[in-house]
């Protein structure tokens, strides 16, 4: 069965530096979303993507925070600076068309210190 | 109101046993239905999509009541690969793509 692959699985970095998450959609899918969940919280959406542009962000989804389709196949997601709460685990999900459910990856956890 | 409450549990239930979970929305314009179930530390996986007239896979029945925007999940004869984190979801409008989860109902099955 296709899956949604993210890479690293664990990221450790200082307060202050930058991250890339790395996630490779399903092939044939042309939705993407990233989503975050706080150790012992629920899953909060972050943004979507389509059509090489957001199509929708949260609040969370602030200014240090972007997304890209750099070529066909990877999705990542940058924050800028980091700041200690944004310590979670990161998400990707893809769906093939609107409507869709959507597949998720099985994250990244980002450890900010 | 949060947007999408579930019972936090957990529910211990013997293995063979129905269990019955339960999630209110409060978005009456949500379109689609989900549960999702997350294994601790990891993914949620599509468990189920929930259909206005209800549906059913195997040992697992979702019903919606779109009138007191209310889903719920039934498991009969449950095994000890159930238990889990059981995520109600809700996406409200065709168009957008957004996701809402609940925090989520934890299961463990006692053999």
């Known amino acids: 069965e296709p899956e949604v692959t993210q890479t690293p699985s664990h990221q450790v970095t200082q307060m202050g530096q930058e991250v890339i998450l790395r996630c490779v959609p399903i092939?044939?899918?042309?939705?993407f979303y990233w989503y975050r969940q706080i150790l012992g919280q629920k899953v909060e959406f972050l943004v979507s993507f389509y059509n090489n542009e957001i199509s929708e962000k949260s609040e969370i989804f602030d200014d240090q925070f972007s997304v890209e389709r750099p070529d066909g196949s990877n999705f990542t997601l940058k924050i800028r600076s980091t700041k200690l709460e944004d310590s979670a685990m990161y998400f990707c999900a893809s769906s093939g068309r609107e409507n869709q459910p959507q597949h998720f990856g099985d994250g990244t956890r980002l450890s900010i210190l | 109101r949060k947007e999408v409450e579930q019972d936090p549990g957990p529910f211990n239930v013997p293995e063979g046993a129905t269990v019955a979970f339960n999630c209110t929305y409060s978005?009456?314009?949500?379109?689609?239905f989900f549960w999702y179930r997350q294994d601790c530390r990891k993914e949620p996986k599509l468990l189920m999509s929930?259909?206005?007239s209800g549906n059913e896979d195997g040992r697992f029945t979702a019903q919606l009541n779109r009138a007191s925007q209310y889903i719920s999940l039934l498991i009969r004869d449950s095994k000890l690969s159930d238990s889990a984190t059981y995520l109600c979801?809700?996406?409200?409008?065709?168009?957008?793509?957004?996701?809402?989860f609940g925090t989520g109902t934890r299961l463990t099955i006692i053999p």
């Open positions: 929930v259909y206005s």
């Open positions: 979801v809700v996406r409200d409008n065709f168009g957008n793509e957004k996701l809402t």
């Open positions: 092939s044939n899918h042309l939705y």
């Open positions: 978005n009456s314009a949500s379109q689609s």
